[in-house]
Structures are given as structure tokens and as C-alpha cells.
């Protein structure tokens, strides 16, 4: 379904509503972000080892 077909079903009031409530929302923690690498890299394959959590200083050189 391309963009246009999507706005033309859901319309732009609803559109926005469905933006501003993704705004809302609070980020994912580091261990949900892990969690959820770990199933998208190998969708129906073995899991792979969980490794540690990035934390919001882990891109900073210390």
C-alpha cells in the first residue's frame, strides 16, 4: 500500500492524531531496543546471545 492509498483511507485528521501520539510516547528503553534487535536479526532463526544494553553515554568517548 503506498502513501497516498494509506491518507486516502485514513484521511489527514487521523493522520495527525497518529503522529502526535507517536510523538508522545516515551522512547524505548536500551533493554527493550536489544530485545527487539535480537528478534528483527533473525526473524524465525535461532535468537541470537543477548549482549549488554547500550545506555545513552554509550556514543560519547569517555
Do not use: H, Y
Request: glycine share 8%; aromatic share 0%.
Amino acid at each position: 500500500m503506498t502513501r497516498e492509498e494509506r491518507r486516502a483511507i485514513l484521511g489527514d485528521e487521523t493522520i495527525a492524531k497518529i503522529r502526535k501520539r507517536v510523538q508522545a510516547a516515551p522512547d524505548p528503553s536500551p533493554e527493550l531496543v536489544e530485545e527487539l534487535r535480537r528478534i528483527m536479526t533473525r526473524p524465525g532463526g535461532a535468537v541470537p546471545a543477548p549482549r549488554a544494553a547500550a545506555g545513552p553515554d554509550a556514543g560519547s568517548a569517555a
